[in-house]
């Protein structure tokens, strides 16, 4: 099993322009997660999903939308990329969300110039 | 006051010392609580959930101390290997995890 993985690993985009984050697992998890690590900050909830076909906000959603239309997949876009959003990601799922281990991808990497 | 507080460190330890991390949580309706580990530039991983009875896996031993809202991580005989930064996580019913900023430990030969 690859366990949770993420694409692309590393990018770098100008302010204003778009990309979409991509996460697959393949552990049947319900729940998701994008988070965003900062230095000094820690890990931040962005988006997370309690099944397919549904998403909620977590800490720092501004600026992110999410999407999870097979159960497999969650999506992060960035509509419009701004310097505020450079970052590592992480996207992260888990059995249960309150009590279960969280299984994290490698991370992406995104400078916005 | 932060939900979940940790002493940013860095600890540097020689090898074989014993090292102990504390983290403070700010919600007494906390459920769970965990210490995970990250590598330089890798993801964060599962190190142990902590109970409130304490429990220990080899040479690391996790306590909780609801009353004071309270965790700690014990390492003993430190390796190299056990160089990292270990985040505290607590969760709260019907919350996601929350995630502190990471104890570093370098452990040096």
């Known amino acids: 099993n690859a366990g949770v993985t993420q694409t692309p690993k590393f990018r770098v985009l100008k302010t204003g322009q778009s990309m979409t984050l991509l996460c697959a697992q393949d552990?049947?998890?319900?729940?998701m997660y994008w988070y965003r690590q900062d230095p000094g900050m820690g890990l931040r909830l962005i988006h997370y999903?309690?099944?397919?076909?549904?998403?909620a906000k977590g800490e720092v959603p501004d600026g992110y939308n999410v999407s999870r239309l097979k159960k497999q997949n969650f999506l992060l876009g960035l509509e419009s990329a701004a310097p505020s959003q450079t970052s590592v990601y992480f996207c992260?799922?888990?059995?249960?969300?309150?009590?279960?281990?969280?299984?994290f991808g490698p991370g992406t990497r995104l400078t916005v110039t | 006051r932060k939900e979940v507080e940790q002493d940013p460190g860095p600890f540097n330890v020689p090898e074989g010392a014993t090292v102990a991390f504390n983290c403070t949580y700010s919600?007494?309706?906390?459920?769970?609580f965990f210490w995970y580990r990250q590598d330089c530039r890798k993801e964060p991983k599962l190190l142990m959930s902590?109970?409130?009875s304490g429990n220990e896996d080899g040479r690391f031993t996790a306590q909780l101390n609801r009353a004071s809202q309270y965790i700690s991580l014990l390492i003993r005989d430190s390796k190299l290997s056990d160089s990292a930064t270990y985040l505290c996580?607590?969760?709260?019913?019907?919350?996601?995890?929350?995630f502190g900023k990471g104890t570093t430990l370098s452990v040096s030969s």
């Open positions: 996580v607590v969760n709260q019913a019907g919350t996601a995890l929350i």
């Open positions: 902590v109970y409130s």
């Open positions: 919600n007494s309706a906390s459920q769970s």
């Open positions: 552990m049947n998890h319900e729940y």
């Open positions: 992260a799922s888990s059995y249960v969300r309150l009590t279960y281990e969280q299984y």
């Open positions: 999903s309690v099944g397919e076909g549904t998403t």
